[in-house]
């Protein structure tokens, strides 16, 4: 495992909600960020721990590959890859993310 991957792993299991993003929390730099933000909120996770990919490109192309996933943000809780701001708005409606995050149904 590369440095990076290793920085990437111990990101993902030092926080139970992680938000890989562009941007930050208070200031998203791409819809698809503020979208997972908002959706967070929404669940009740008012102060996720967020990455600024934007703030390190190593992190920022490593993420996709730690992930397999081509897309940022990516959504990881307790250390699982959840998923990109699609997933996460199609796992909201469903109830589903409210489960994996352990907080109630809106």
Known sequence: MSDTQQRIDQIVKSSEVVLFMKGTAQFPM????GRAIQ????????KPATV????DPEI?????EYSNWPTIPQLYVKGEFIG?????MEMYE???LQQVLGTPSA
């Open 30 to 33: 791409c819809g698809f960020s």
């Open 94 to 96: 469903n109830g589903e």
């Open 52 to 55: 600024n990919v934007l703030e």
């Open 39 to 46: 959706v967070l909120k929404a669940c009740g996770v008012s």
């Open 84 to 88: 990109g701001s699609d997933i996460m």
């Open 60 to 64: 920022r192309n490593g993420i996709k």
